[in-house]
């Protein structure tokens, strides 16, 4: 099977490429260069431009486009333009050649994003009602994609992903942003550096008043794109999909997860003021992805992913790779 991947240079796709490189044939496009491995199919392509993607599709004729490439943090959710193009018109631009050129399967990336906030974990069918552009453009991509291949013989599943983490430390690949947005690789560069550790909002409606959310470890994740690609070559139906824990941990519960893990200093963390966008709790229900795929998520206790984070730091402190965060 030929694979081609959107968004091969980020932090999933990096991942995803190493992870399947092996077991298929990987093809990678984005409009940045991967920063750590090199990929031997890759493509440097900006997905705005219509005319050069459909040409790599046209010329690669993968069997199945995985579609990761989006911008995907809520702390920059004020330039809602950057959203719309590379969220929005992107996703536009690869169903448009998907129909094109009579590709079989999609697999697309969403989020927990597109949810309302509730206090139950959330269920395929738990209410959609998204806090912020990032959740809003995504639903809009959720919606065109079943709206587009509905008539069509392309079989899709949608991934809602809660808070992906961690690396694969024994492929050497991991999460690298400029600047770091995630709590997890911005706890363990400012444990590290016995640095102040700010968590955003203690006036959340939760146990402790920090928000909570579902972290899965990124190795979890890979596993439930090898299942899906699985599920799509043998069924040739198309699913919406949660993929999470069902455990879901408060920002102040991981910052004492890490006190267990790093000889740190400060033994309470400091606040800012919640970002907007933020929402209470936004934890999985998991029983469809057991259902369906069989997946469950067991590399995801934060112990593990706290001390695979933690390796991958230290491998690329060696690299001389220092990562910068959002404070």
Same mark, same amino acid.
């Given at each position: ?10 932090? #999933? ?25 090199? @990929? ?18 046209? #010329? ?21 333009? @950057?959203? *719309? ?8 631009? *690869? ?8 590709? @079989? ?41 079943? @709206? ?45 550096? $016995? ?27 890979? $596993? ?17 999909? $949660? ?69 991958? #730091? ?14």
């Amino acid at each position: 099977m030929k694979i081609l991947i959107t968004g091969s240079s980020g932090y #999933m796709g990096s991942c995803l490429y190493e992870y399947l490189k092996n077991k298929y044939k990987i093809f990678g496009v984005d409009k940045s260069l991967p920063l750590l491995k090199k @990929q031997k199919n890759f493509f440097h392509c900006n997905l705005l431009n219509f005319n050069k993607i459909d040409k790599i599709i046209k #010329m690669v004729r993968p069997n199945l486009i995985i579609h990761l490439a989006a911008k995907s943090t809520i702390d920059f959710i004020n330039d809602r333009k @950057q959203y *719309i193009e590379n969220n929005i018109v992107v996703t536009k631009n *690869i169903l448009k050649s998907i129909k094109n050129n009579k590709i @079989q399967y999609l697999i697309f990336s969403s989020t927990a994003a597109v949810y309302k906030s509730s206090n139950h974990n959330l269920t395929e069918n738990s209410p959609l009602k998204p806090n912020n552009i990032y959740g809003k453009t995504k639903l809009i991509c959720e919606k065109k994609i079943i @709206q587009t291949l509905k008539k069509t013989n392309t079989n899709y599943i949608i991934f809602r992903f809660f808070n992906v983490c961690s690396s694969l430390i024994k492929l050497k690949i991991g999460e690298i942003h400029n600047p770091e947005t995630h709590l997890i690789p911005i706890l363990s560069k400012k444990f590290r550096e $016995n640095k102040k550790v700010y968590i955003y909002g203690n006036n959340f409606k939760t146990r402790d008043k920090t928000c909570i959310r579902d972290y899965v470890h990124v190795a979890d994740i890979m $596993n439930a794109f090898t299942r899906g690609i699985e599920y799509l070559s043998k069924n040739k139906k198309s699913n919406i999909i $949660n993929l999470g824990t069902k455990r879901g941990l408060s920002n102040l519960e991981i910052f004492n997860a890490y006190i267990k893990v790093y000889n740190y200093k400060f033994k309470i963390p400091f606040f800012k003021k919640r970002r907007s966008g933020d929402v209470d709790r936004l934890v999985c229900d998991n029983k469809k992805s057991y259902k369906i795929l069989k997946w469950t998520s067991h590399n995801s206790n934060i112990s593990k992913i706290i001390h695979d984070e933690k390796k991958w #730091m230290n491998f690329l402190i060696k690299k001389k790779i220092f990562r910068k965060t959002v404070y």
